[in-house]
T-cell receptor, first 112, second 111 residues
Framework: GNSVTQMEGPVTLSEEAFLTINCTYT??????LFWYVQYPGEGLQLLLK?????DKGSNKGFEATYRKETTSFHLEKGSVQVSDSAVYFC???????????FGGGTRLMVKP | KAGVTQTPRYLIKTRGQQVTLSCSPI?????VSWYQQTPGQGLQFLFE???????NKGNFPGRFSGRQFSNSRSEMNVSTLELGDSALYLC??????????FGPGTRLTVL
């Protein structure tokens, strides 16, 4: 079956530091890949997506590239802000309808 | 455009009771999915409905059921509640394969 593995947190960074959250996946075929963010007390927000190999998703300074050869979709941001503090989820959809498989989530804490 | 709305936001029930949660998708979205989020198991897919038909189903017992109406609104029902059903239940809607948009969730506490 499908699975997503992401680095365990929490990840604690100082403001303006570089962020990487690792995500690898196992799936048959060619899944679509997503990053979602969850702020305290809220639902999930779609942060970015990529639907085929070598696609780069980007939004709000965050980026992730779909690497089929390494089955990875690592999230990066060049300069984090305190407001980026949240839990980040990597997910895949195998395109058989809308059925997301999520990683365990990574909590990011950014200190001023 | 209004986002996905879920009612109620908070619910407290006792073991053995049943509960119904409601979800209104983004206007025009025909796919509605439900997820359970717990600290121990993380985010798990429950089921997806499209045009009033269940299109996908996760690995949950038959106590968990759902339905979708002609206006795309969806409900999920949990019967014979157990303590382990305490969770945040998230509804998401989608237009196609571009990703799902989530509501704020219903936090269910089973005592």
């Amino acid at each position: 079956g499908n699975s997503v593995t992401q680095m365990e947190g929490p990840v604690t960074l100082s403001e303006e530091a570089f962020l990487t959250i690792n995500c690898t996946y196992t799936a048959t075929g060619y899944p679509s890949l997503f990053w979602y963010v969850q702020y305290p007390g809220e639902g999930l927000q779609l942060l970015l997506k990529a639907t085929k190999a070598d696609d780069k998703g980007s939004n709000k300074g965050f980026e992730a590239t779909y690497r089929k050869e390494t089955t990875s979709f690592h999230l990066e941001k060049g300069s984090v802000q305190v407001s980026d503090s949240a839990v980040y989820f990597c997910a895949l959809s195998d395109n058989a309808g809308n059925m997301l498989t999520f990683g365990g989530g990574t909590r990011l804490m950014v200190k001023p | 455009k209004a986002g996905v709305t879920q009612t109620p936001r908070y619910l407290i029930k006792t073991r053995g009771q049943q509960v119904t949660l409601s979800c209104s998708p983004i206007s025009g979205h025909r796919s509605v999915s439900w997820y359970q989020q717990t600290p121990g198991q993380g985010l798990q897919f429950l089921f997806e409905y499209f045009s009033e038909t269940q299109r996908n189903k996760g690995n949950f017992p038959g106590r968990f059921s759902g339905r979708q109406f002609s206006n795309s609104r969806s409900e999920m029902n949990v019967s014979t509640l157990e303590l382990g059903d305490s969770a945040l239940y998230l509804c998401a809607s989608s237009l196609g394969q571009e990703g799902e948009f989530f509501g704020p969730g219903t936090r269910l506490t089973v005592l």
